[in-house]
C-alpha cells in the first residue's frame, strides 16, 4: 500500500471492526446474564454515530492536509518563489521541515563558499598576470614580449568567462532570488555616465518599477552592464533602455544610434567565447557572456536593428 | 602633476611608479589602506591610482573616507575584481574610472592623462599657451616646431601650470603638485625652475603675479 491516505483508512476500518466484535460480544454476554435496565433508544444511538463517522473522516481528511501544503510550499522553493519552506505543521511533520530547511541553509552556504574560492583563485591570479604583463611589454625581446602579452590576455579572458559561469551556474540554483530591473539599470546608467564622461552620451530608459525577474542581482548587473556598456562603446549620442512584459517573461531591450552589427555577424558575435583570442582585448566577449547567462536562467538574447539606427539587444528573463 | 599609487603588490607597484614616472608624474605610493587613506587626506595629488584590494583597510573604504573628507582628485581605480556589480560599487563609492587587471600600462596612463585633463577643465588633449605646445601623452613639449628638453621637474612645473591656465597659482601650490612627498624639497626652489622654463619656451608664456603666484594666459 504507497497511499497514506489509503493506510489510515484500512487501519481505521480493521480498528472499527474489532469494536463492533468487542461490542457485540459484551452486549451477548450482558444479555445472556440478564441484566436489567439496558434499554437502547435507537434513534439517538444512530444519529450519533452518523455524526461520530463523519467528525472521524473529516478529522482524517484535514490530518494529512498538511502534507499537501507541504507539496505546495515545496514546489514554490523550488521554482525559485520562496528561499525555505514556510509555515507551521504538525509536530511530526514539523520535525521534517525543520530537517528540509537546515539542509538547504548548509547547500547554500557550500554553494556560496565554492563560489567565493571560485572568484578568489580568479582575482589572486590577476595581480600577478598584470606584473607578467608589464614586464613582457619591456622585455628586449620583442617577439617574446609579444607571445607572453598575447598569452596573458588569453588567460585573462578565460577566467572572466568561466568566473561569470560558476558564478551564475551557482546562484541559478540558489534559491527564492527576485530582482527589479529598474534597480540594477539605474545604477549601471550613473556609472556609465561616469566612465563616458567625454563622450557626453544621452540615456534613455523606460523602465516600469514593478518589472522584475527571476535571477540574482549580480547576475542581472552583469548581463545589463555589458549590453549597456556594448551600447555606450559603439553610439553616437543616445543609448536607451526598455522593458515590458511578454507573458511569463521580461523583455529587456537595449538599442543605440551607432553602426550596428551586419546580420551576418550577429550570431557570430553572439557565439564568440573563450575560444576568440585573436580578437582585441575586451571585443565580443561581453555579448557572448550575456547569452550564457540568460541561458543559465532559461531566458534568451537576441540581437536586430534599432529604429535608433544602431544594435538592438532584446534580452528576455524569466519574469518574477 | 603629482599622483598617489595605492597597490599592495611591490612589483606592480614599482612597475606603475616607474611608467608613471617616465610619464613625466611625481609619484608617491602606498602599500596598504591605513597609508593610503593617510596620504590621500594629507598631502595633494592631481590624481591617484587606487587598488580595491589593499590590505588593512580595502581600496573602497578608503575611498569612501576620502569623499567624506573632501579628497576631490580624481580616482583610477585598479581591481581584479571587474564585474559591473563591483564597478557599480566602485563609482558610486567615488572612483571616476576603472580599469581591471590584467592591463595595460598604456590604458592607465591614457585614462589618466583624461581624469586630469576633465578635473582641471581642459578639453583638448594638447594644452597651448602662446606658440608652446604641451602634450601629456608622450611628456612632450614644442615650441614652434622645434622640441624643448626639460628635466622632470620643469616638466611638472609647466604641465601644472597649462593644466591651470588663466589661473594664478602660488609658489605652495606649485610646491605641492611637482615633488613627491619623500623628496627633499629645499634643494630646488620654484623660481629656480621658472627661470630655466622662461629661457627655454620663452619668458611671455608665464606670468609672474606680484605677491600672489604664476599664471600661464588663458588663449
New interface residues.
Partial sequence: MRSLRARLLVGGLLWTLGLVLVTEVVVRQLSQRGVPGIRIHYGAMSILAIGLLATGLTFAHIGLSPVGRLRARLAAVRSGQDARVAGHYPTEVQSLVDDLNALLDDREKSIARAQAHA?NL???L??????????A?RATDPALGSAITQQ??RM?RQM?YHL?HA?AAASGSVLGTRCQVAESVE??I??LQ??Y??RSLSFESALLLDHAVRCQ??DL??M???LL?NACQWARSRVSVASSVEHTSVRIVVEDDGPGIPVELRETVLQRGVRADESA?GSGLGLAIVRDLAGLYGGSIELGASPLGGLRATLKLPAA | MRVLIAED?P??AR?LAD?LGQAGYAVDAAGDGARAEFLGQTETYDAVVLDL?LPGMDGLTVLRRWREAGMAAPVLVLT??????E??QG??GG????V??????EEVLARLR?LIR?SSGQVQPELRAGDVTLDPRGARVMRGDTPVKLTSHEFRVLSYLMHQRGRVVSQAELTEHIYAQDYDRDSNTVEVFIARLRRKVGPGVIETVRGLGYRVAAE
Fill in positions: 572568484g580568479a582575482h589572486g590577476k595581480t600577478p598576470l598584470a606584473v607578467l604583463a608589464q614586464e611589454s596573458v590576455e585573462r572572466d561569470a558564478r545604477p549601471l550613473r556609472t561616469r566612465l564622461a567625454d542581482r549580480e548587473d552583469e545589463l552592464g555589458n556598456d582585448a | 603588490e612589483a606592480l612597475q611608467s584590494g581584479a575584481r571587474g564585474s559591473w556589480h564597478k557599480v563609482i558610486d572612483a571616476d574610472d576603472y581591471s587587471k590584467p592591463f595595460r600600462m583624461a576633465r
